[in-house]
């Protein structure tokens, strides 16, 4: 351990400094607060109790709207928010003006986005009562809008690219005054507001373009082209251990610059999961050998124990083991969410994107998982899953047992969190002896 930290900690600090990094991490880091409400709402609305999901889709239907709301106005805002803070840390660090960097990327990004005239809208366009007493009501349906879910967590690459890049050229067009400079009587939020002009002119007119030329490929949009470039590629090893493999090391590794990694890798291989699952549920119901081991249980249950990254094993070890105050004060944020496999709290919170001390882990943790639960299964050890689709909020050792209808599935899961524990646990403490040293004022932060 001692060598490992004697290579990390040099190596983290230069990437603490680098203006880029720290205008990501600062930038997300802003979110947390909506990440933290909009898990509870999730926690709350998919808590895997057939009662209770049942009630929600019934007489609970006004409960359940008031969870979703609680959803849409802060978890589902995620690059909204992103897309603001980035902006905002990168100009501060250059000491330029960072309201004024961070509203005018946050309208980059809202152009950036695609509209739609086909979205349906609720208006009344005549209304009559015939001799019977029942009232017509003839509605219009016609409006214009955007992809909400790109203002949530599937927009947050594009959200990173258009921050980074307005605040960039928005430092720079400062940084040389090229601006329109006031007399010195004028107020200081009047001064801001006309040296933000010429930079902001220019920043939207060149997102415009982006989009206007993206408007006309197949692409379609900024998120659209990011999601084809990345996602494509793995497509190709989709159902062999390999393909798995590379999926899950560049699923966290998306997570790590604090990209939903779940959102870019599943978009593109459900398709194929699906029908692996599929054909593993006919063969089950027709009490067939089951064909296939990868599939979307197989994924969810077996691999993303606690989410992507396999970050179960993480808080369980931040709250048995964890002393800096940092963490101690993470415990019940982190543990909670954790074990019904929600683990934004975890990734902004600790925080993982962005930490050197824990990429690692965060790389292998979920790859052990997956050569183990595939070689297992393999042998026939461990019963494959059926194909039975289960809420992805369901806890380890309960869905293990459900998704392979086998107690050999509930086995593998406790085996796996051991494992995973211990494959966290140094790296924890590397990370959890720095925050230590930072709050005993033994070391300086970057």
Do not use: C
């Not at 889709?57 to 709301?69: I, V």
């Not at 990734?347 to 882990?361: D, K, S, T, W």
Request: avoid cysteine.
């Amino acid at each position: 351990m001692k060598k490992l930290e004697k290579w990390l900690v040099p190596f983290g600090s230069k990437l603490a400094g680098n203006s880029i990094l720290s205008a990501i991490r600062d930038g997300i880091a802003v979110v947390i607060p909506l990440v933290m409400a909009g898990s509870i709402a999730l926690i709350i609305k998919n808590f895997p109790i057939t009662s209770w999901t049942n009630w929600l889709a019934k007489d609970g239907l006004g409960f359940s709207n008031f969870l979703l709301q609680l959803y849409y106005g802060s978890f589902a805002l995620m690059a909204l928010v992103a897309v603001f803070g980035i902006a905002y840390a990168y100009a501060k660090r250059k000491n330029v003006d960072p309201l004024a960097a961070g509203i005018i990327s946050l309208a980059s990004y809202v152009i950036t986005l695609p509209f739609s005239t086909t979205i349906a809208t609720t208006a009344i366009k005549s209304q009559s009562t015939n001799a019977k007493g029942v009232t017509n009501i003839v509605a219009s349906a016609t409006g214009q809008g955007i992809d909400f879910t790109l203002l949530g967590s599937q927009g947050l690459f594009g959200a990173i690219l258009v921050g980074l890049i307005s605040a960039v050229i928005f430092t720079w067009f400062v940084t040389h005054k090229i601006t329109i400079k006031m007399p010195e009587t004028v107020p200081p939020a009047v001064a801001n507001s006309f040296t933000a002009l010429i930079p902001g002119v220019v920043i939207l007119l060149f997102w415009d373009l982006i989009q206007a030329g993206l408007a006309a490929t197949p692409m379609h949009s900024l998120n659209n082209m990011m999601t084809v470039i990345l996602g494509q590629p793995l497509t190709v090893f989709g159902s062999s251990i390999w393909g798995v493999v590379i999926i899950v090391a560049l699923n966290s590794i998306l997570w790590f610059v604090g990209v939903h990694g779940g959102n870019i890798t599943f978009a593109i291989m459900d398709p194929i999961y699906l029908a692996l699952m599929a054909q593993n549920l006919q063969a089950y119901e027709a009490h067939k050998a089951i064909p296939n081991i990868v599939s979307r249980p197989f994924m969810d249950n077996f691999i993303y124990l606690g989410g992507g990254g396999a970050t179960l094993g993480l808080v369980i070890a931040l709250t048995l083991f964890a002393k800096s105050r940092q963490y101690k004060t993470l415990k019940p944020l982190v543990m909670v969410p954790g074990i019904f496999n929600i683990n934004e709290p975890t990734m902004f919170g600790v925080p993982v994107v962005l930490n050197v001390y824990l990429i690692i882990p965060f790389i292998v943790t979920p790859i052990v998982n997956a050569l183990i639960s595939y070689s297992a299964m393999a042998i026939g050890l461990v019963a494959r899953t059926t194909g039975v689709a289960l809420p992805w909020t369901l806890p380890p050792i309960v869905s293990g047992f459900l998704a392979t209808s086998s107690w050999t599935g509930a086995a593998l899961q406790a085996v796996l969190i051991v494992l995973d524990i211990l494959i966290w646990f140094p790296f924890l403490k590397i990370s959890d002896n720095r925050e230590l040293a930072l709050e005993n004022g033994e070391v300086k932060e970057a």
